[in-house]
């Protein structure tokens, strides 16, 4: 377990560097780019960067989780790391808006390693501990986009100041990241996929479609709550850069010192809390403490004057909120699955989820201006409304 844990953790980290740096590298397109007669603007056309990595990432998902069924979870999980290291170098010499997009794109194609990772959690662990095992993964993150964001700032700003650009050194450094993970994950964790081999066999002629895991308006309603949650996420965080460079006029750096702040909050909930939390309360009522979270956090930002103080109380708790439900909701979605087919489940869990992060920034672009950001904000808020009427309605369903 502990050598999944490192092997996201590094790469995650080079993910994170690339995060801060890429809303600012799409400024110099602003105004050149046209839909349907709509010139597009800075915030929308990084809404659109983070967009086309959830769509690939959306298509790729499932895919990578089946794979890791069928082939194992250890090779599944060292290609995806070869396929996000060559991703950080295509957009590390990228020179034009269409290779930025191109790099997003194959980046996002190659994060099947979150499902692949969560799959292996669950073959490590029962059901008492299945809430604790999806909360490490979180935590997990939580450090990458600590750490990352904060790396990535410098890492911009050597690379502009020794005359290249702002995404070479931090594209690089990424890359190299990733080949480390991919290394770590052939060399030191061990196959957990038990049934492997039998995979091949017995269980390939009981092998379920996707559509399994979609045919009643209860597991409908669970897969939804993935979209719910990633695209109530993903707006805050899609256009917090916009936010603290438009209204608090913030650079790279201390949007990275924010994003920093955030990914340590996170790490925080995921690695004490969430375990803990499940224990004693259960993921359902946890979701409904996340989901309070986040609805508090979008009514600071609604109703405060923007400054440093808001922003540093209502971004955390947006994006904290929130950070509860992806263990709560894998957890639930574990134990109503079948152990022969945990990767297939939490693969399109992953897949799904990106549904919202497409969703999600395309919405926050075309909602977010500068002189009135507020409706952005409730659009926000509703998110966690249908998360918070979804978890009541399962707590008044009758155990089965």
Known sequence: MPAILFAIFIDLLGFGIIVPILPFLVGPYAGTVTVGGMVLDEATLGAALFSIYSLTAFAAGP????????IGRRPALAATFIGAMVSYVILAFSDSLL???????????????????????????DESNRGRAMGLIGAVFGLGFAFGPLVGGQLSHLSSASGGSAILLPGLVAASLSLIAAFMAYRFISETNSDESETETSHVSVRPPWSTFLKTPAQLALFSMFIVTSAGQIMAFTIMPFWTKDLLFWSQQEVGNLM???????????SLATGPLFKSIGELKSLVLGGSIH???????????????????????????MTISFPALNSLLSRRTDRHHQGAALGLSSGISALGRVAGPLAAGLLYTKEAPEPLFYAIAVTSCLLLAWSFWELRKPAA
Do not use: E, K, Y
Request: glycine share 12%; with cysteine.
């Open 99 to 125: 290779m930025l997009f191109l790099a997003r794109a194959f980046s996002g194609a190659m994060a099947g390693n979150v499902g692949i990772a969560m799959a292996a959690m669950a073959d490590l662990t």
């Open 260 to 270: 920093g702040a955030i990914g340590l909050c996170i790490a925080a909930i995921q």
């Open 295 to 321: 609805f508090i956090g979008c009514l600071v930002i609604i109703f405060g004057t923007p400054s440093f103080t808001v922003a540093l109380i209502a971004f955390p708790l947006i994006m904290s909120g």
């Open 63 to 70: 895919l990578w989780g089946r794979l890791s069924d069928r």
